[in-house]
């Protein structure tokens, strides 16, 4: 099963993702994740992504499909894929649509998170991650049960994406909604789109989900 898990930045994404991928030995690719490893990386494309994400606008279109094109052909045939943070315009979606079918893959579901965009602020400027295992945090929503350290591995350090600031939040959602918001219709069209409710808290949002894709 190939899907694609669409909403705005801080709609939970990326934290439902990491559940399917639990749940169902399915495939993460995060485009946002690829890039900014290329950045800790200092390839050609960090170097070349790194200003365009510290102000949140969207990185080339050709960059982020030729990242999706080489991670698919890195992974098993039968193994699902959850896309992540792409396609974000409609060109991306017209490559997406080209780089499956030239795999033998097809899309099967495009799970929209709603969110309420006021909420969105809030809950990106006050997230953190553990620095040794990823785990996700909050500073008010979810902090570590001891302070300062990781529920999960004992971790001591913790940190936050440079990009996770108000100011670069509001070009995000701006990009968002003016390049991103517009594919959807697209798969609509198709009959693909199942719409959860991103703001219920995350155990029913997985639940959703896992109900869509089973439809
Ligand atoms: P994310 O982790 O999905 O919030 O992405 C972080 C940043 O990486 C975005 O603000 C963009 O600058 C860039 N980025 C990630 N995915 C894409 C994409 N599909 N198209 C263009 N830029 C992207």
């Known amino acids: 099963m190939n899907i694609i898990l669409l909403g705005p930045p801080g709609a939970g994404k990326g934290t439902q993702a990491q559940r399917l991928v639990e749940r169902h030995g399915m495939r993460q690719l995060s485009t946002g994740d690829m890039l900014r490893a290329a950045v800790k990386a200092g390839t050609p494309t960090g170097l070349e992504a790194k200003a365009v994400m510290e102000r949140g606008e969207l990185v080339s279109d050709a960059i982020v499909s030729a990242l999706i094109g080489d991670e698919l052909d890195a992974m098993g045939a039968d193994t699902g894929a959850i896309f992540d943070g792409y396609p974000r315009t409609a060109a991306q979606a017209e490559s997406l649509d080209a780089i499956l079918s030239a795999r033998g893959r097809k899309l099967d579901h495009v799970v929209e998170l709603e969110v309420d965009e006021e909420a969105l602020v809030e809950r990106i400027t006050g997230r ?3 620095a040794t295992c990823g785990k996700g945090y909050h500073d008010t929503f979810e902090r570590p049960k001891v302070d300062g350290v990781c529920d999960k591995c004992g971790g001591t ?7 996770d600031n108000a100011e670069t939040v509001r070009t995000r959602l701006a990009e968002y909604r003016a390049k991103t918001a517009p ?4 798969y609509e069209a198709r009959g693909i789109v199942a719409k959860v409710d991103g703001m219920a808290d995350m155990d029913h949002v997985t639940a959703a ?7």
């Open 128 to 130: 953190f991650t553990c």
């Open 157 to 163: 350090e913790f940190k936050r994406r440079p990009d």
């Open 183 to 186: 594919i959807l219709p697209i």
């Open 209 to 215: 989900i896992e109900g869509a894709l089973r439809t």
